[in-house]
């Protein structure tokens, strides 16, 4: 029984920290933040009113709807036209911080099985939204696609951008369109520069962190308590 209690104790503590970076990596940073778009298609259902197929803020709704190709209430994606194939459009999302991106994810749209993702476009980043770094590109992407493109990065940054600079191939031969049913960003807290007094440091601003600083404490609490009260108990069977 004690050795039992023990283990679970230990395991315990081993799962938390062990689950700690993994969920950090996990957290979706863009999910349900602003999305500026300089073109966003309308794309309004002709046969219901206020039912919309496309918008920019599905880019960062967290949903990538399958469509069956009759529902009429379905989320889609960003969807946008160009008079001409080339085009020069940028979707600029605010993580609201400045965060250690690790990777940028984008997911095609099931509309059109993915065949208005766009041909051409980079990935940039930003701080402040007026310097912008590169971390991908795009060109001469056409046809059907489901899989999501996965963009490696190092950088900080608050602002991911994308730019697309040419339409998909679909047009109705007065315009082309282009889509993309969500954008993800991961990464974690940027490091606080070694010159900064940790004393000074207020957990608040840090929920993440904090919320593992508690677990941790509570976890070795607990371990502490039960090592007590083994001690204890096997103290009372001595005497
Ligand atoms: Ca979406």
Known sequence: MKKALCFVVVLMILTSFAIMPAMAEDTNLALGKSVTAESDYSGTNPSKE????????????????????????????????????????????DLEDV??????VLTPSSFLDGQSFPTDFDILVSNDGNEWSKIGEVRDRTGVISDNMVFDTDKEARY?????????????????????????????????????????????????????????????ALAFGAFVFLRNRKEAEVF
């Open 99 to 104: 965060y250690a991106l690790n990777k940028v």
């Open 160 to 220: 991911v951008r994308i730019n697309v600079t040419k339409m998909s191939p679909i047009t109705d031969g007065n315009v082309f369109f282009a889509g993309i049913a969500e954008v993800e960003a991961y990464g974690g807290p940027v490091t606080a520069p070694e010159t900064e007094p940790t004393t000074e440091t207020n957990p608040g601003t840090n929920d993440q962190s904090f919320t593992w600083l508690i677990v941790a404490t509570a976890a070795f």
């Open 50 to 93: 206020d039912l919309i197929f496309f918008s920019a803020t599905y880019l960062t709704d967290g949903e990538a709807p399958i469509w069956d190709g009759v529902s009429q209430d379905v989320h889609l994606c960003w969807y946008s036209e160009a008079q001409t194939q080339e085009t020069d459009i940028n979707l600029t999302i």
